[in-house]
């Protein structure tokens, strides 16, 4: 359980009966509107290094990194569960936000990865066939 489900299972727990003063029935509205905002971002969730970004905290720079890189770390969700009670040793035991696991490819393409994990030609792998005159190693 991360940090958006703790708070969203605290909403649940304590609902508020229609007879309540419109005041609390109003913060929670106002609440889950915060946490239908601070979600993962699903346009990140083919970027491995990105995917558990928050979308509500946008992004910043040019490369247009994101504003929370995981959902736990998002200001906005933590100042949200500060006010449901949330604590240090809660927090420390709530779950982060896993990339998911790369699927290696099954189509016989390498990928990027793939190619940047594959040892670099030099010189000296030329063969000697292929070795012009001037051939300088």
Partial sequence: MDLH?????RLDQNEVPWKQPDGIRRRVE???????RHRLDPSRSGDPMYAT?????????????????????????????HAHGLTDEILAGLDQ????ERKPRTDGRLGLSDILATRPITTSDVPAALRGTNWKP
């Fill in 53 to 81: 970004a928050c979308e509500g905290c946008g992004e910043w720079g040019e490369f247009e990194y994101p504003g929370s890189e995981n959902l736990n770390d998002c200001p906005e969700l933590l100042d949200l569960a």
């Fill in 30 to 36: 106002a609440d889950r509107r915060i946490l239908a």
């Fill in 5 to 9: 489900a703790w708070i969203t299972e």
């Fill in 97 to 100: 936000p896993q990339t998911p």
